[in-house]
C-alpha cells in the first residue's frame, strides 16, 4: 500500500458536492491511507468499518489536540486563550474528560430529551407557519438552523434573540473549508464570545434560572467546586455550538437526501413510523461530520498493520466507513428501511456524541414534519447547484424549495 498522501481536493466543487466517489477509492486502497485534508494538514485516515470502532476505542489516540506534533493545529489558537478554548469533554481524556461528561449527562438522557418532544414541535410548527403561505423556503435559512438554535438556547438558558451573535462567533472560529482559520479572526471572536459568555454566567451566579443547564453547571462550579473557571466558559461554548451545529447539517442534509431519492422521500411521507429509522439512515448515508473525527497519536500506534507514528493525526473517517460494504449491505443505496444501522456519525466508546438523543428527536420531528405540512416538496434550483460545506462540517449551505401552499396540518 502506497503512504504518498492523497490531496483530498477541497477547492473542487465536484468532491464537495460528492465526496463519495473518492471516499470509496480510498477505502478500497486500503484500510489506513495518508492524506492531506482541510488546512494542508496531513492525516491518517482510518477507512473500514471495524477499524474505526477499534480506533475510536483505543486510549492511545488522544482527543487532546496538544498531543499532536502538527504545531499548526495549536497556532490557530491564541496562546493565551488555548487552555480555555480547549478546557471542554471534546477535546480531553480521562480523567478530566470522565468529570466534565459526568456534569451534564444527566440533561441529555433519551427520558430528559423525550420531555423536550412538545416544545421541539411547536418551533418546528411556528418555523413552518412563517414560509407555508409562500410556498417556497430555504429549508436552511428559515428551518434548519433555527430549530436547534432555538432549542439548546432555551435548554442551557441563552436569550434566543442572542443566537445570531454566537452564530457569528462559531463560524469564525470553526474550519469551514480548506483553509486553516485565521488566528486572528479566530481570537477576536473567541474574546468576544468569552465576554458574552463571562457576563451570562454573572448574571445567572445572581438570578440563576428555573433549571436551565447552565445554571445548573454554575452550581456545580460554585458549590462543589468541580469546574474551574476556564473549564466553565469552555463548557458553556461547547455545548452552545456543538449543540445545534451538527444538528443543522442532519436536518438540511437529510432533507436534501430525500429529494434527490423521490421514492425514499414518498416511502417515507406514506409510513412515517420508518422516521426514526430513517434519521440513522440519513446519518450513516451522508452525516454532518466529513470525513470524520480526529484522534491524536500518544505514541506509535498499529491499525490494520500500518504503523502510525506518534503525534500524528488520526482521522477516524466515519464518512468513509459508513459506507464500508463489509458492515453496510449495498452501502451507497439510500434506504429508510434499513435495519441493522450502527453507524459511526456519532462516534463510539468514552466520546460518543452526549447530545445524539436530542439531535435524533429533532431530526424526526423536523423532517416528519416537513414531509407532512409541505406537500409537493422540490428543490428550486437544479441539484448540480446546491452549494455544500466544503470540509469538516457536511451539508448544504442552503435548501431552496418550493412546495404547495396546502400543508396547514400542525403537531405531530
Not at 44 to 60: C, K, N
Not at 114 to 135: H, K, M, N, Y
Not at 322 to 337: G, H, I, K, Q, Y
Request: with cysteine.
Amino acid at each position: 500500500m502506497s503512504q504518498q498522501p492523497v490531496l483530498l481536493p477541497y477547492a473542487d466543487p465536484a468532491f464537495v458536492a460528492d465526496p463519495f466517489p473518492l471516499y470509496r477509492q480510498l477505502r478500497e486502497d486500503g484500510p489506513v491511507r495518508r492524506a492531506v485534508i482541510a488546512g494542508g494538514l496531513d492525516a491518517w485516515l482510518v477507512t473500514r468499518y471495524e477499524d474505526g470502532i477499534a480506533a475510536l476505542s483505543d486510549p492511545r489516540l488522544s482527543s487532546d489536540v496538544r498531543d499532536a506534533s502538527d504545531t499548526r493545529l495549536l497556532q490557530q489558537l491564541p496562546e493565551t486563550e488555548r487552555e480555555s478554548m480547549l478546557s471542554n469533554m471534546l477535546r480531553s481524556d480521562p480523567p478530566d474528560h470522565t468529570r466534565l461528561r459526568r456534569l451534564v449527562s444527566k440533561a441529555f438522557t433519551a427520558r430528559r430529551v423525550g420531555e423536550l418532544r412538545p416544545r421541539i414541535q411547536s418551533i418546528t410548527d411556528g418555523l413552518l407557519d412563517a414560509v407555508v403561505p409562500a410556498g417556497r423556503a430555504d429549508l436552511v435559512a428559515d428551518f434548519a438552523l433555527p430549530l436547534p438554535v432555538t432549542v439548546i438556547s432555551e435548554l442551557l438558558g441563552v436569550p434566543v434573540d442572542d443566537r445570531h451573535e454566537f452564530q457569528r462567533w462559531t463560524d469564525d472560529m470553526i474550519m469551514r473549508g480548506a483553509e486553516m482559520p485565521d488566528p486572528a479572526v479566530v481570537n477576536a471572536a473567541w474574546q468576544e464570545m468569552r465576554a458574552y459568555l463571562t457576563k451570562l454566567l454573572e448574571t445567572k451566579r445572581a438570578r440563576p434560572g428555573d433549571g436551565d443547564l447552565l445554571s445548573a453547571l454554575i452550581t456545580a462550579r460554585d458549590e462543589e467546586q468541580q469546574l474551574n473557571e476556564d473549564e466553565l466558559i469552555a463548557m458553556a461554548f461547547l455545548l452552545l455550538v456543538a449543540g445545534y451545529i451538527t444538528t443543522v447539517n442532519l436536518i438540511g442534509g437529510g432533507i436534501a437526501a430525500l429529494l434527490a431519492h423521490p421514492d425514499q422521500l414518498e416511502l417515507l411521507r406514506s409510513d412515517p413510523e420508518l422516521l426514526p429509522g430513517a434519521i440513522d439512515e440519513f446519518l450513516r448515508y451522508d452525516g454532518p461530520v466529513s470525513p470524520g473525527i480526529a484522534r491524536f497519536a500518544r505514541e506509535d500506534v498499529e491499525i490494520a498493520g500500518v504503523t502510525v507514528p506518534r503525534g500524528a493525526t488520526v482521522l477516524i473517517a466515519s464518512a468513509i466507513a459508513d459506507r464500508d460494504p463489509a458492515r453496510f449491505p449495498d452501502p451507497d443505496r439510500l434506504d429508510v428501511t434499513r435495519r441493522d444501522n450502527a453507524h459511526l456519525a456519532f462516534g463510539h466508546g468514552i466520546h460518543y456524541c452526549l447530545g445524539a438523543p436530542l439531535a435524533r428527536l429533532e431530526g424526526q420531528v423536523a423532517i416528519g414534519t416537513a414531509l407532512r405540512r409541505l406537500p409537493g416538496l422540490a428543490l428550486a434550483v437544479p441539484p448540480g447547484e446546491l452549494r455544500w460545506r466544503p470540509g469538516g462540517l457536511r451539508g448544504p449551505v442552503s435548501l431552496p424549495v418550493t412546495f404547495t401552499n396546502g400543508g396547514q396540518v400542525r403537531g405531530g
